[in-house]
């Protein structure tokens, strides 16, 4: 088999955040090749590299013996790369037949001045063209009768992907490129994605797969690299990669010494235990007197389900984490309880106040109060100013500035900062400063989305200790949190989301030693 | 009223009375041509006036000076104009959207403020007398100009070009991932643009005695009307700036009867289109100009089995 694709130590660096850092990979000619890594880990950075649209900083890229190195991205696809988006990029006005069409620009004869005067072979070109793309249309699943002449936009989620497969094969790739082709939708969709995937490869087309869902990407791909950190940290086949120590621990996350022997999947005997055994284990742990209620929650955005149908109770005084992968619908409940998203059906009450109803406003005022992935701090204001703004709009004056001071003696750091621009802290500075804003706001029900995101290990370690001390003031957490043997490892009771459904709950000690829980991210 | 009986009851009495409104339509729909090609290619370019004046003012000099016959003198006013089209493309191409109408309006200021107000040849702040002018023998040219610049306008979005021009307004890093080579596009668009504002800025110095370097000619205000053309008549059919180039220019002779508040009720007009009917006058159905709600959309290019 010769090799279609080669990338020989490909960086590239923003500031100083190494987004891909000497990554060497191989496609070999009609394979499917994945490359998965968890939130952040450079992958799409990595395509964008390849495709061109973001430069080189160092290393160099092959396609057979074209060099690809330094070109501008309209020259590659004209090599014959091809690539969607992970946030589909259809030209959204004009219709799905046209979309089709301009993915045929780089093999059209210039036909501009031949249009002046509207010759016969002009319109002969312009039929067997829609001909073609009609063909294109119903190859990736679509009924080009219905929908070739409507506005690409205006399609359902599912077709627009198809849509994007189609313009992307249009253009007669040598390489295509599917940037999470499968992300949003629903597990029938997706098998529908993966038999297009395959079939596209019998007919001899060379794909390299991106995406989230461990399933899709382990079912159809015979070589699998994963990146972590900008770096490739294994490869192989999907079987040596689901099982190996680097990649579960970029996966799951880092827990301190005493967990990592017993963690899931630490071992490969605990692959060989059945996910039956595990729903046994749901233990009847779930409280009576619960502060918070979820009782069948159903959140969509448009025609994509995030959430379908998730129960959790949280009671006074627990930490509770709801665990996950990327885009199993963690931070989407929480949008949901402090109000931001409306749900489609289920209900959710806080201490009597129907969260499904009242004003954001009105929810923090009744003390559940939500730190934001990503911090969303201010980040030209001072981080005093920060704290100030959190308690805005409060009238207790005096009361109110002890409790700031109170919130930076409690992080020392901040009250040494306190003059800083808040965006001149490091991340873990910054996510304390976002936790100290939420604070304020008295919260008794805490929501904290992702507080490690992009963070390093030891500052995860300060952050989760600041959790646990807040915890043990009285204060109730949930927790949503990708790296989950460290959020199990705080957590009295845990719930494991999966494609927006809750899969398996727990305590939080059952669930650190339970192989399902690999499973749920990396596909079994 | 008048206005439109004329028109219906005596079409003849109406083209007498109203030459010049006529041939300052046509003039208009070339600009708003001129509009909808860069505005088609996702470029919100305010730059047309500006090439009007070296239109205008190339082809009136070599008039003055060489005494050239008039179809060489529109002709070196639109190469000229497709030159500076070029220089001020180069540098400026690389903004998008306000940033770039910004960059462009500081052309057309720069250009009119700093050049033609400031060089004896161009007759400083007084403008340019033009002898030879024919303001209503000119009608039939323009006419005729008008007609040539919308069938070749119509013929260039239907080719490969207009394809990516559409895939360029749409999303540019979309556009590139097709091998379309996006900067080399859009300078196209600037560029044909520039030739046609060049051209509609020789043909309107034919139809005046004057040229007259003010706003309301070669500034700011004219690239607000112009812009006005093509959101009111719409961008995204050849035919919407044209139309909409058309309802602004007559507007004042349709509410003449309003008088001293023609200002106020065209204003009020204008903004009841754009509320009722944001997409502008003419949709992307083209000619479909006023489709009943109840008329089918008409699917674009209806397959033909087989």
Redesign the interface.
């Known amino acids: 088999m010769s090799v279609l694709l080669r990338l020989d130590k490909v960086q590239r660096h923003f500031g100083g955040v190494h987004a891909v850092d000497g990554v060497s990979l191989e496609v070999e000619q009609g394979s499917i090749h994945g490359l998965i890594g968890p939130n952040g880990a450079g992958k799409t950075t990595l395509v964008n590299v390849v495709?061109?649209?973001v430069p080189f900083q160092s290393g160099r890229a092959w396609l057979q013996s074209d060099e690809l190195t330094g070109l501008?991205?309209?020259?590659i696809?004209?090599f014959g790369i091809?690539?969607t988006?992970q946030n589909i990029?259809?030209?959204?006005?004009?219709?799905a037949?046209?979309n089709v069409?301009?993915?045929m620009?780089?093999r059209?004869?210039?036909?501009?001045l031949?249009?002046?005067a509207?010759l016969p072979k002009v319109r002969r070109d312009q039929?067997s063209r829609?001909d073609d793309a009609?063909g294109l249309m119903e190859t990736v699943g679509l009924a080009?009768?219905d929908i070739?002449?409507r506005a690409a936009g205006t399609l359902p989620y599912g077709d627009q992907r198809r849509l994007e497969i189609a313009?992307?094969l249009a253009?007669r790739p040598r390489l295509l490129i599917l940037d999470e082709p499968a992300a949003g939708m629903n597990p029938s969709e997706k098998q529908g994605i993966r038999e297009l995937i395959e079939r596209l490869n019998e007919d001899g087309l060379t794909i390299l797969l991106i995406d989230h869902d461990m399933r899709l990407v382990m079912g159809v791909c015979k070589r699998v690299a994963v990146l972590d950190f900008g770096r490739k940290i294994a490869e192989g086949t999907p079987a040596e990669v689901s099982i190996d120590a680097g990649v579960i621990k970029a996966y799951l996350g880092s827990a301190s010494e005493r967990v990592v022997t017993s963690a899931p999947g630490a071992s490969a005997a605990g692959d060989t235990e059945l996910a039956g055994e595990v729903s046994a284990a749901r233990p009847a742990v779930e409280p009576q007197n619960a502060i918070l209620e979820i009782e069948d929650l159903t959140v969509s955005y448009g025609p994509v389900n995030a959430v379908r149908g998730a129960s959790l109770r949280v009671a006074a005084g627990e930490v509770v984490a709801l665990i996950g992968a990327n885009g199993a619908g963690k931070s989407t409940i929480l949008n949901t309880l402090s109000g931001l998203i409306r749900p489609d059906s289920g209900t959710a009450v806080f201490d009597r106040l129907d969260l499904t109803r009242a004003k954001p406003s009105a929810i923090v005022r009744h003390g559940l109060v939500q730190v934001p992935e990503g911090r969303e701090i201010l980040a030209r204001q001072t981080v005093l100013e920060n704290l100030e703004l959190a308690t805005w709009g409060r009238r207790d004056g005096s009361a109110k500035r002890t409790q700031i001071e109170a919130v930076m003696k409690r992080f020392p750091i901040l009250g040494e900062r306190r003059a800083l621009r808040a965006g001149t802290l490091s991340g873990g500075e910054q996510q304390m400063l976002a936790i100290a804003r939420g604070l304020l706001a008295r919260p008794r029900l805490l929501l904290l989305d992702e507080p490690s995101l992009g963070l390093a290990p030891q500052m995860v370690d300060e952050v989760f200790k600041a959790i646990q001390e807040i915890h043990d003031e009285g204060t109730t957490i949930l927790l949503v949190e990708q790296n989950a043997l460290r959020a199990l490892e705080i957590a009295d009771r845990a719930y494991v989301l999966e494609t927006g459904q809750i899969r398996l709950s727990g305590t939080g000690d059952e669930l650190l030693h339970n192989p399902a829980v690999r499973r749920a991210y990396l596909g079994g | 009223m008048d206005f439109f009986i004329q028109l219906f009851t005596d079409p003849v009495a109406f083209w007498n009375s109203h030459t010049l409104l006529i041939a300052q339509i046509g003039i208009n729909s070339i600009l708003a041509s001129s509009m909808f090609i860069v505005l088609y290619s996702g470029q919100l370019s305010l730059a047309a006036p500006g090439f009007m004046a070296v239109g205008a003012y190339t082809a009136v000099l070599m008039d003055l000076y060489w005494h050239t016959p008039l179809a060489l003198n529109i002709a070196a006013g639109v190469v000229f104009a497709g030159v500076v089209g070029v220089l001020v493309g180069l540098p400026v191409l690389r903004l998008r959207g306000v940033f770039l109408a910004i960059a462009t309006i500081g052309f057309i200021e720069a250009l009119r403020l700093g050049v033609i107000l400031n060089l004896p040849i161009t007759g400083e702040g007084l403008g340019l007398k033009n002898p030879s002018a024919d303001p209503l023998g000119g009608i039939n040219l323009v006419l005729g100009c008008l007609v040539v610049v919308l069938f070749?306008v119509w013929?260039?979005t239907?080719?490969?070009?207009g394809?990516?021009w559409?895939?360029i307004r749409?999303?540019e890093?979309?556009?590139?991932?097709?091998?379309?080579?996006?900067a080399r596009y859009k300078m196209i668009a600037f560029v044909l643009s520039a030739v046609l504002a060049g051209f509609a800025g020789a043909l309107e110095a034919h139809l005046n005695f004057f040229v007259d370097p003010g706003d309301q000619q070669y500034g700011v205000t004219r690239a607000v009307q112009i812009l006005t053309f093509a959101v009111l008549g719409g961008s995204?059919h050849f035919l919407g700036p044209v139309v909409g180039a058309l309802v602004v220019t007559s507007l004042p002779w349709v509410f003449e009867q309003a008088q001293a508040y023609i200002n106020v009720v065209t204003g009020v007009f204008l903004i009841a289109v754009i509320v009722f009917r944001p997409q502008g006058i003419v949709g992307?159905g083209g000619l479909a100009i006023i489709r009943p709600w109840w008329w089918p959309r008409r699917?674009?290019?209806?397959?033909?089995p087989g």
């Open positions: 495709t061109g649209y501008p991205a309209h020259r696809a004209a091809s690539r988006f990029r259809l030209f959204k006005d004009l219709t037949l046209e069409l301009i993915g620009h780089t059209r004869r210039d036909d501009t031949a249009q002046l509207t039929r829609m009609r080009a009768r070739a002449g313009r992307a253009l | 070749l013929r260039l239907k080719g490969r070009l394809a990516a559409a895939a749409q999303d890093l979309a556009a590139l991932s097709q091998g379309i080579h996006v995204g992307r699917n674009v290019r209806a397959p033909a």
